[in-house]
């Protein structure tokens, strides 16, 4: 049932696979992923594609066109698109239970919220629905990279443990990947967040351990230098942070001493200009005149990249630096450039840090006002950290207990599994008993056959051999009265003859043809010994005898009356003993009937010769039955099965109280 | 004149009275015969019987088939012939037989030793004179089969016990092995060594009864 089911749908999409719409559908797909287009063409390409799969009606063709279609989008920088296309293909994988593609959309939207950083919340909930089906597909890579992805939002709302935890389990999932360069980045990015993270908990030695993890890891990539650099610089920050500002002064200025390191990453280049001029400052250097020359320099860098973030910092690290000279003028200046950058770009950390330099930098009610406005927006960032966090948990708690519904419903199925497992192994078993067990009476059945075949011919056997000694005692009566017989009344005879041959007279004459008539009643004998010699008294009787024995017997027990007539016309010794076996079973199950149902007095049977065909006819003067209406006995049916297996035929003629004839006819000589 | 006694015994009236006939018209002048008859057993018993205490026979006349006594102690003329040889040892007894197998022929000698010996395949009216005159005066008489019979066995260095004897005459008989032991007191498995004996004997090398038989039938021991 299933399977015709099954065979059904594939047999109904296969027809549809071959429609006119399938050709063009991946033919625009085709297109759409040639070099020979432009991205814009491309573009329409696949969203041709698209359309014509949405004539098609099937889902899974519609996923993939949806697929290649949002894979453009992302070139084409159409976030939007992208993320229409890949909610369309969310919904879409959900109601045909497709888990790959579920993934899939999931993470590219969990990507599009992370990017747009506006609703975290969500992508957090994207990630999380991927992460969780890649888990049951075993997708490490795809689920490390989204791990990668959770931490990095958890870092960002502030959640240092949760980051953590995501970077450690992506870590333990990255053993599975292979070590590639991928792989490596990966576990890079990995340590360096679970760093970053202790740093800003002020766990300093964990955080140099991690960054140390990072360096190493690093270290063991092709293209990793500039990670190794990143990763020196993240160390140098802990150190300056711990306040060990020499070791973190060191680590800065070997970077900086790094060749090319400008041309490798300006922005870089800047930040670590800048952090070695602030470490240098803090540290206590009053070189004021150097240090403004490379505040300044990666002021100018961060200027000309147009990197809000470094400039940024720079700026704060500048209002400090002149602030910490008392150069309140100046201090001013930049807090208040920091202050609007970071409004900007609405980098919080740093505005609330401007705040609090402004707020210190300008008197009276003005300097107030940015201390109120510091406290206000620490105040909310912390309800809404909070409000994050809760929501984070809800999600996993969520996801949680999802994965919990998904394993009571594996286990079910699991148990669905087993039992019916069980069931069919059982019906199995059952199945082959009973065949075995029928097989078995099958096998008894015509070993009883074989056994009564036997006896009859056993019957038979014997039966030839009291022919035989019976023929051989003839053979020797015959040899005994010709010897004391014949032979001596022929020496009687002739001695006698010879006796009066010389002898003359009447009396003498008289006597002679008393031994002449002696010797014609001799020649009388002799022939009624040929004539004994030539009719074989038991030829031919054999099988009738046996049968004639048979029915004396059945018919002494079921005390019948009987008569048997048989013709001489059927040599016996042509017939085959396969005929002869049946033919007395015939009769045996016949008389057998008779006795058991018909209630006789009185059984005819007798053997014919019509046409070929040996006739035999078992008449009986019992109760009779219906031969069309009664349920056939199993008597009946035997006799049927064999006279068909001697490609005989079976009549039975039959009415209620007016007994029983059975007619059978086989082939004489086959 | 010489009275000469004589039994004829025969199951067969029209034997006795060639027998008789011949006996009759080929004696000698000076002969005077004096016969008794007998049909079956218990007759010629009552006859030697008689005979021993009044006036024992001369001469005795045996076939040796014969319906035996109602006793049941005698059943053929060998039989009677044995009786004769206890009741009367100065008769003359010749046998006049049907039988020409060389075993019977053999142990008939041997049990009997009579003075006259005629196969009735053989005998005509004057041998049977012939042999009555000769018998009278100087026995033994044997016709010419048992004298063959005789000569074959001793002329062949073949020696053969009377139980072989028998044993090759049932299996000429078609008597099959397996029923020997019926006719011959001895147990299936010395009747086969016998018979393995008799082949190795007549050199018979494909073992078949058959060809054993023909082969003893040459030397004469059928």
């Known amino acids: 049932m299933l399977l015709i089911l099954i065979f059904g749908i594939r047999s109904y999409s296969q027809n549809k696979l071959k429609s006119s719409e399938y050709d063009s559908v991946l033919k625009f797909r085709k297109n759409s992923t040639s070099e020979k287009f432009t991205l814009e063409q491309q573009l329409e390409q696949a969203k041709n594609a698209v359309i014509y799969s949405e004539k098609l009606k099937i889902d899974s063709v519609l996923i993939k066109s949806n697929a290649i279609y949002g894979a453009i989008c992302l070139y084409l920088d159409d976030f939007e698109g992208f993320k229409g296309v890949n909610f369309k293909n969310y919904k879409l994988a959900k109601t045909i239970n497709d888990s790959l593609t579920i993934a899939m959309a999931s993470h590219n ?55 953590e935890e995501s970077a450690i389990k992506a870590i333990k999932l990255a053993e599975h990947l292979p070590r590639d360069e991928y792989t490596f980045e990966s576990l890079w990015l990995l340590y360096n967040r679970i760093g970053d993270g202790a740093t800003t908990l002020k766990i300093f030695d964990k955080a140099i351990e991690y960054h140390e993890k990072a360096y190493a890891m690093a270290k063991k990539m092709k293209d990793g230098q500039i990670l190794q650099l ?31 390191l400008f041309d490798l990453d300006p922005s870089f280049y800047a930040l670590v200009l800048d952090n070695v001029a602030f470490t240098k400052f803090l540290a206590g250097s009053t070189d004021y005149e150097r240090l403004e020359n490379m505040f300044k320099r990666a002021y100018h860098v961060s200027d000309s990249l147009n990197d809000p973030i470094n400039k940024l910092n720079v700026t704060i690290d500048l209002a400090k630096f002149y602030k910490g000279q008392d150069k309140n003028e100046l201090a001013l200046s930049y807090a208040e450039e920091s202050y609007r950058l970071a409004k900007e770009i ?17 008197p009276g009610d003005e300097g107030r006002g940015y201390l109120k406005k510091h406290i206000q927006l620490s105040d909310s960032l912390l309800a809404h950290e909070r409000g994050i966090r809760n929501k984070f948990a809800r999600i996993a708690f969520e996801t949680d207990q999802m994965e919990l519904e998904n394993e009571r419903i594996a286990a079910e ?30 096998l008894r059945f015509a070993q009883v056959q074989q056994a009564t075949n036997e006896e009859i011919y056993n019957l038979m056997l014997s039966q030839q051999e009291k022919i035989d000694s019976a023929r051989a005692e003839e053979k020797k009566r015959i040899s005994r009265e010709l010897h004391d017989g014949i032979l001596t009344r022929i020496f009687g005879a002739r001695f006698s003859l010879d006796s009066y041959n010389l002898s003359e007279g009447e009396e003498a004459v008289q006597r002679r043809a008393k031994y002449i008539s002696e010797l014609k009643i001799i020649e009388d004998d002799i022939r009624d010994i040929s004539h004994d010699l030539n009719t074989d008294f038991v030829a031919d009787s054999s099988f009738m005898d046996i049968l004639k024995g048979l029915i004396e017997k059945q018919t002494k027990v079921y005390q019948l009356q009987y008569q048997f007539e048989y013709t001489d016309h059927i040599d016996w010794d042509l017939v085959s003993n396969k005929t002869k076996i049946n033919i007395y079973r015939m009769l045996q199950e016949s008389l057998q009937n008779i006795y058991k149902h018909a209630r006789a007095k009185t059984v005819k049977i007798s053997f014919r010769l019509k046409k070929s065909l040996i ?14 209406k009664s349920k056939k006995g199993i008597g009946i049916k035997n006799i049927n099965a064999r006279a068909k297996e001697l490609n005989g035929t079976v009549v039975f003629v039959s009415q209620m109280n007016q007994g029983t004839t059975i007619k059978v006819k086989i082939p004489y000589k086959t | 004149m010489q009275h000469i ?64 006594s109602s006793d049941g102690k005698l059943t053929s003329g060998e039989d009677l012939a044995q009786l004769t040889r206890q009741i009367m040892p100065k008769a003359k007894i010749v046998i006049l037989t049907m039988f020409n197998e060389s075993f019977r022929v053999h142990s008939i000698i041997k049990q009997i030793n009579p003075d006259g010996f005629l196969i009735k395949s053989d005998l005509t009216s004057s041998e049977l004179a012939e042999a009555f005159q000769y018998i009278l005066k100087s026995p ?16 062949s260095d073949i020696y053969v016990d009377d ?3 028998k044993i090759l005459h049932l299996l000429s008989q078609g008597v099959r092995t397996i029923t020997l032991r019926e006719h011959i007191n001895l147990s299936m498995s010395s009747i086969e060594k016998r018979k393995k004996q008799l082949k190795l004997l007549f050199s018979v090398e494909d073992g078949k009864d058959e060809t054993l038989i023909e082969k003893a039938r040459n030397f004469g021991f059928l």
């Open chain 2, 140 to 155: 033994p008489y044997y016709s010419s089969t048992v004298n063959n019979f005789l000569k074959k066995s001793v002329a």
């Open chain 2, 163 to 165: 139980i072989n004897r």
């Open chain 1, 615 to 628: 006739c035999l006819k078992i008449i009986d003067d019992g109760v009779g039955f219906d031969p069309n």
């Open chain 1, 230 to 260: 990143y990763s020196e610089n993240n160390m140098a920050h802990v150190y300056k942070e711990k306040g060990d500002y020499e070791r973190a002064l060191k680590i800065y200025e070997s970077i900086l001493g790094q060749k090319k």
């Open chain 1, 346 to 362: 609405s980098f919080n950390d740093l505005l609330l840090e401007s705040m609090m330099l402004l707020s210190e930098l300008k």
């Open chain 2, 5 to 68: 006694h004589i039994l004829l015994v025969d199951d067969h009236p029209i034997i006795i009275e060639g027998y008789e006939n011949t006996l009759l018209t080929s004696k000698k002048e000076n002969q005077i015969l004096h016969i008794h008859t007998a049909n079956d057993c218990d007759s010629a018993i009552e006859l030697l019987r008689r005979a021993a205490k009044e006036k024992p026979y001369d001469l005795c006349f045996f076939d040796i088939s014969l319906p035996g």
């Open chain 1, 109 to 163: 939207l969990g990507w599009y919220h992370h990017r747009n950083r506006v609703h975290l919340d969500s992508a957090y909930y994207y990630y999380s629905k991927a992460y969780q089906i890649s888990d049951h597909l075993d997708l490490f890579s795809r689920q490390v990279d989204i791990l990668i992805n959770i931490s990095e939002i958890q870092n960002l709302e502030k959640d240092y443990i949760g980051s």
């Open chain 1, 413 to 442: 199925k699991m148990y669905w599994v087993i039992s019916s497992m069980v069931l069919m192994v059982t019906s199995i078993l059952i199945y082959i008993i009973i065949a075995q067990r029928n097989k078995n009476k099958a």
